[in-house]
């Protein structure tokens, strides 16, 4: 732990941050990889409806890439779900 006069940094909590976040972009991507595979979808549909690189629909449904929450709502779009249910 490391003390200032402004703040306290703590690497264990920082980790443990870390972990959090990991385990929310993972779970993300597992949801997006479900519907969009249950919808019979491809990732270049998805692409295509996105405008992007399949290698970036590639890194979010991998939890290597954080989506904006415009992008949430552009990929439900694509999928003709409402953004919430890539939330669950």
Excluded: H
Aim: without cysteine; hydrophobic residues 40%; proline residues 2%.
């Amino acid at each position: 732990m490391v003390s200032g006069a402004i703040f306290t940094y703590n690497a264990t909590s920082d980790k443990m941050w870390i972990t959090i976040m990991t385990e929310i972009s993972s779970k993300f991507g597992q949801t997006l990889k479900r519907i969009r595979t249950k919808k019979k979808m491809s990732q270049d549909d998805i692409t295509r409806a996105l405008e992007v690189d399949r290698g970036y629909i590639s890194n979010i449904e991998n939890g290597k890439k954080n989506p904006t929450l415009a992008t949430i709502k552009k990929l439900a779009d694509a999928l003709g779900i409402p953004a919430g249910e890539l939330l669950k």
